[in-house]
């Protein structure tokens, strides 16, 4: 029911009418002459009986009023209320933003899996493993069998990158863009910095066959190149059976298999999120909160800390820089636009994970970066619109979103020194303790 106050008098009148009009006939035709009653006693009659249709009124307009009252009442003042906020300069942004808290759903962090998911028609297996991490470090699969998968992700001595801005390729040849870690890559949806492979299988057959990488012909030349060494053939066959042929389907499926063993879930963030409270530092705990607030984990989410993650692979793809800074010409970060079209002024560009990042130096897709701390200021005023030291401080301001009918407080403050330190000491507990501990010196 969704009646107004004129719906609810007009119930009323409508009652008195109807009364009026029966009951007045019926005492003075039928029940006055009945009783044998004069007029005034017939008048008196008609007043007595009126009073119960009255009474009855009465009775049905409180009913509707009550049941209308949260409509006719009380949606007005919230709707006034509502339409107030947004102009309202006596609520600060601190204060909106302890008022609407409750409204916000909690970000929940999560520690990284003790293990990676397998495609069903590629599952896991120690054999399989073993037949990977071999391919995975043999040089043979280069035309000049100079070059390994390994090459440009040392898994042994570094952090799964082989340090440089951009790689060495096949005779002597520069890459473009910066080796990615392959350690946790298992968990990301889709992999190369264009995200333009779905699967770490999919992955594996791509350098091999990238003329300025490891330079074979063709992904048949790489299946005859490992099917002519006879050391190969028992491995194979432990790993998918007796008899089976070795094809380029299975070297990627052998390799991605020993890649989704490369995981690290021993950094001090995942002991912290599993129970241990001594687990990260003060700074660390600061940088968390900042990490959070600043608006990181909009990109940097799950226990991946990627939104090209399998765990939420919403948004995989992001444009970079997403805001026009004075890095953008500093650092060459647009030089490159990834999956954008040329000339757009923009990349888009899968969103990396940012597991180990401490250990990963150069970054960005050009590895034009050799500085953590300097990456976070990039990343607060390129992609969340936070100034550093070196910008102006605009403050806060109120953004009201109409589709989603949303308001929220934005805070555009400069990010102080302490505060991207903080943010960098976050970042560190992400590292792997196991990796920290083998990285050899210029590794």
């Not at 970054?363 to 619109?385: C, K, P, T, W």
Request: net charge neutral; with cysteine.
């Amino acid at each position: 029911m969704n009646f107004g106050i004129l719906d609810i008098a007009g119930i009323g009148a409508v009652a008195l009418l109807i009364a009026a009009a029966v009951l007045l006939p019926m005492v003075h035709v039928e029940l006055g002459p009945s009783g044998r009653l004069a007029g005034k006693g017939r008048w008196l009659l008609a007043m007595a009986l009126g009073m119960g249709v009255l009474a009855f009124a009465f009775k049905l307009a409180a009913i509707v009023s009550i049941s209308t009252l949260p409509q006719v009442i009380i949606a007005p003042l919230l709707r006034g209320a509502s339409q107030a906020l947004p102009e309202s300069a006596a609520i600060g942004a601190d204060q909106f933003n302890v008022l609407t808290a409750a409204a916000q759903p909690a970000y929940v962090w999560e520690a990284l899996p003790l293990s990676a998911p397998y495609p069903a028609d590629n599952p896991t297996t120690p054999e399989k493993v073993a037949l990977g991490e071999r391919l995975f470090h043999d040089k043979a699969l280069s035309r000049d069998r100079k070059l390994a998968c390994a090459s440009c992700h040392d898994v042994q001595r570094g952090a799964g990158t082989d340090r440089r801005a951009t790689s060495l390729g096949i005779d002597g040849q520069v890459g473009s863009r910066n080796a990615p870690t392959v350690w946790n890559a298992a968990f990301q949806s889709v992999l190369f910095w264009d995200g333009r492979a779905p699967s770490l299988e999919e992955q594996a057959k791509g350098p091999p066959v990238n003329p300025a990488e490891m330079g074979m012909p063709s992904l048949d030349a790489v299946a005859r190149r490992v099917a002519d060494d006879p050391s190969y053939r028992a491995p194979f066959a432990r790993a998918f059976g007796p008899g089976t042929a070795i094809t380029i389907e299975r070297i990627a499926a052998a390799i991605a298999a020993y890649e989704r063993t490369l995981i690290t879930p021993d950094a001090p963030y995942d002991r912290f999120v599993r129970g241990d409270a001594t687990a990260l530092s003060a700074a660390q705990l600061r940088g968390m909160a900042l990490f959070q607030s600043t608006g990181c984990i909009g990109c940097h989410s799950g226990p991946n800390f990627s939104g090209a993650s399998l765990f939420d692979p919403t948004a995989p793809l992001r444009v970079f820089p997403a805001n026009a800074t004075a890095f953008d010409a500093r650092y060459g970060l647009t030089r490159d636009s990834g999956l954008a079209p040329a000339g757009s002024g923009r990349g888009i560009w899968r969103v990396p994970s940012l597991r180990n990042v401490a250990l990963t130096a150069p970054y960005f897709h050009n590895g034009s970066v050799d500085d953590l701390a300097e990456a976070v200021r990039i990343m607060a005023s390129a992609q969340v619109g936070r100034r550093t030291r070196d910008d102006p401080d605009p403050g806060r301001y109120v953004v009201w979103s109409p589709p989603e009918r949303v308001l929220s407080s934005v805070d555009r403050s400069a990010l102080t020194d302490q505060q991207v330190d903080d943010i960098v000491a976050f970042l560190r507990s992400l590292s792997s303790a196991t990796l920290a501990a083998a990285r050899q010196p210029g590794a």
